[in-house]
């Protein structure tokens, strides 16, 4: 009998101690399953108050640059237009424009291609107008800002549209040569450009390239910089403010031409 009730009260307190355990354990749970639903709602607090649109940069123009702030005037830029745009180039609107506070010249994009997307602008300028066709030689690189700016909606896989100007690629080139018959890219970060934006509405970059291995040939009046941008699926005009052309030395170029009134 005395070892029946031993046994009675071992078990008693097995029990005991494990209901204790378990309820400790519940215990723990509770309050990990609490700090980790914390946590998330930090998270998420967190990302949503660092979701805050950047301040849009105010580069500091060289003394000459073209910064448009002087008059309507485009300075030679115009559409390429080589094939009535039949192909996969898009006509577009040129004009001058303020954004942000600062006039640039603004590229509408109005053409799409066949699968919907707004097609490539091939804007073209005048080098020999812009820098004098006796300075043609001494110009070894260039640097401009650009920037896109949503006008239509993005729709992601999600179907949601969105106002954001999405992926800016693309890159710069050049006609160049004693015939003006070269087609050459110039080195650099204006090279095959690249950025993207899904947040806010607008993204920017500022580019440089050189002409290492071909240059511009003196008393050559078809000689051209063209900027391009590859073909995107939303509405987004694109603006280029402050372009500067350098010499060997890193000398900025002085701009011979002049503004029609």
């Known amino acids: 009998?005395?070892?029946l009730m031993t046994a009675i009260i071992i078990c008693s307190m097995a029990a005991a101690f494990?209901?204790?355990?378990?309820?400790k354990q519940s215990s723990q749970d509770v309050k990990q399953t609490d700090a980790v639903s914390t946590a998330a709602e930090t998270t998420?607090?967190?990302?949503?108050?660092?979701?805050?649109?950047?301040?849009?940069?105010?580069?500091?123009?060289?003394e000459n640059s073209i910064t448009y702030d002087d008059s309507d005037d485009l300075y030679t830029a115009h559409c390429m237009n080589s094939n009535n745009y039949e192909d996969d180039e898009s006509e577009c609107n040129l004009s001058v424009a303020e954004y942000k506070g600062s006039k640039q010249l603004k590229i509408e994009v109005l053409d799409k291609d066949k699968d919907g997307n707004y097609k490539t602008p091939k804007i073209v300028f005048d080098m020999d107008e812009l820098v004098g066709a006796d300075n043609l030689s001494?110009?070894?690189?260039?640097s401009a800002d650009i920037t896109q700016?949503?006008?239509?909606?993005?729709?992601?896989?999600?179907?949601?549209?969105?106002?954001?100007?999405?992926?800016?690629m693309g890159t710069f080139g050049s006609v160049l040569g004693?015939?003006?018959d070269d087609w050459y890219e110039p080195t650099g970060s204006a090279n095959g450009y690249s950025s993207e934006e899904w947040n806010f509405g607008w993204t920017y970059l500022h580019v440089e390239g050189k002409w290492l291995i071909k240059g511009f040939v003196d008393s050559t009046p078809d000689s051209t910089l063209v900027f391009m941008r590859w073909a995107i699926p939303n509405q987004a005009d694109?603006?280029?403010d402050n372009l500067t052309f350098y010499d060997a030395d890193g000398n900025s170029i002085p701009i011979v031409y002049t503004p029609a009134e």
């Open 1 to 3: 009998m005395k070892r």
């Open 18 to 23: 494990t209901s204790c355990n378990d309820t």
């Open 44 to 62: 998420q607090t967190t990302t949503e108050e660092e979701l805050v649109e950047p301040d849009y940069p105010v580069p500091v123009a060289d």
């Open 138 to 142: 001494r110009v070894k690189s260039f």
């Open 149 to 168: 700016v949503a006008v239509g909606e993005f729709v992601g896989d999600d179907g949601v549209g969105r106002i954001v100007p999405g992926n800016l």
């Open 178 to 180: 004693e015939k003006c």
């Open 238 to 240: 694109v603006y280029i």
